[in-house]
């Protein structure tokens, strides 16, 4: 796939001025192309995908900065995590590419930087993942500047909130805060950032929401119990798209009622949130 070309720093204004020139797509066009990929394997839609979400990618791979690697370089592996996105993305879920993508972007782009960052050699179990990209952020909520030092209640409030054994989080502790660089090293001509200042965002991702909400939502037994408080269009939605073994597509459903997919999406959308707050109440 042809992408504008980013080969050094040098030339990063120019492709961020490039990719600019890709246009934004409407829900209805995101939907349209995705199909088209997935069910013909159309790489001019698949093209037009991934162009139009290099901005995301980019602004993602700004965040890292902090870690010292070329920007260049992360917005080439954040560009690999999109192509990757675009591949499994599912238009049929109702949701947009983006925050799909966002997932599958940050996730190339950290496994480059923990495989590329030469200060310290950090496994990559999930527990040091979290802790490499997590633990500074922590530890300049606890820790004064003045002393700098974690205190053995500092060790067990971290290890308590990324669910990770003490030791791990003494050992990474060591690894990241006692290297020759400093920390206040500035990262760049361009900026003032600096290794510390390096805040990354702790959101759950997509498949994490996914998840919770799948199993807080839609298990069977609260729906029957919850289907009441939907009116009759709501319940048969609900039902063809979440409770039948082969769940029919937004666009079936679309030639039944006679009205768009994305209208459907937003009756779904509004029944799922209606069922969310009854099954809490049954709960």
């Given at each position: 796939?042809?992408?504008?070309?980013?080969?050094?720093?040098?030339?990063?204004?120019?492709?961020?001025?490039?990719?600019?020139?890709?246009?934004?797509?409407?829900a209805?066009?995101?939907?349209?192309?995705?199909?088209?990929?997935?069910?013909?394997?159309?790489?001019?839609?698949?093209?037009?995908l991934?162009?139009?979400?290099?901005?995301l990618?980019?602004?993602i791979?700004?965040?890292?900065?902090?870690?010292?690697?070329?920007?260049?370089?992360?917005?080439?592996?954040?560009?690999?995590?999109?192509?990757?996105?675009?591949?499994k993305?599912?238009?049929e879920?109702?949701?947009?590419?983006?925050?799909?993508?966002?997932?599958?972007?940050?996730?190339?782009i950290?496994?480059?930087?923990?495989?590329?960052?030469s200060?310290?050699?950090?496994?990559?179990?999930?527990?040091?993942?979290?802790?490499?990209?997590?633990?500074?952020?922590?530890k300049?909520?606890?820790?004064?500047?003045?002393?700098?030092?974690?205190?053995?209640?500092?060790?067990?409030?971290?290890?308590?909130?990324?669910?990770?054994?003490?030791?791990?989080?003494?050992?990474?502790?060591?690894r990241l805060?006692?290297?020759?660089?400093?920390?206040?090293?500035?990262?760049?001509?361009?900026?003032?950032?600096?290794?510390?200042?390096?805040?990354?965002?702790?959101?759950?991702?997509?498949?994490?929401?996914?998840?919770?909400?799948?199993?807080?939502?839609?298990?069977r037994?609260?729906?029957?119990?919850?289907?009441?408080?939907?009116?009759?269009?709501?319940?048969?939605?609900i039902?063809l798209?979440?409770?039948?073994?082969?769940?029919?597509?937004?666009?079936?459903?679309?030639?039944?009622?006679?009205?768009?997919?994305?209208?459907?999406?937003?009756?779904?959308?509004?029944?799922?949130?209606?069922?969310?707050?009854?099954?809490?109440?049954?709960?």
């Open positions: 796939m042809n992408l504008p070309i980013l080969s050094s720093e040098g030339n990063l204004a120019v492709y961020l001025q490039e990719i600019k020139k890709f246009p934004m797509l409407t209805e066009e995101e939907y349209m192309l995705a199909k088209r990929y997935k069910e013909h394997g159309d790489s001019d839609a698949a093209h037009k991934v162009t139009s979400h290099l901005r990618v980019a602004k791979a700004m965040g890292y900065r902090g870690y010292g690697l070329p920007v260049t370089d992360l917005i080439s592996e954040g560009n690999v995590g999109i192509m990757q996105a675009v591949k993305f599912d238009p879920k109702g949701f947009r590419l983006a925050t799909y993508a966002m997932w599958w972007i940050r996730a190339q950290q496994e480059y930087v923990l495989h590329s960052w200060l310290v050699k950090i496994g990559t179990t999930a527990a040091q993942k979290k802790l490499f990209f997590n633990l500074r952020k922590i300049n909520q606890l820790v004064s500047i003045d002393t700098g030092n974690l205190s053995p209640e500092n060790v067990r409030e971290i290890a308590t909130r990324l669910d990770v054994k003490e030791g791990e989080v003494v050992d990474m502790e060591n805060f006692t290297s020759d660089q400093s920390l206040n090293i500035r990262l760049g001509e361009e900026n003032g950032t600096e290794w510390q200042d390096l805040i990354e965002d702790n959101k759950d991702t997509h498949d994490k929401i996914i998840e919770k909400k799948d199993e807080l939502n839609f298990r037994s609260l729906f029957l119990k919850a289907l009441d408080v939907l009116n009759d269009r709501e319940k048969e939605i039902k798209r979440k409770l039948r073994e082969k769940p029919l597509k937004l666009e079936d459903l679309s030639k039944k009622f006679k009205i768009s997919r994305e209208r459907v999406r937003q009756i779904e959308e509004k029944a799922i949130e209606k069922l969310q707050k009854e099954v809490l109440n049954i709960q």
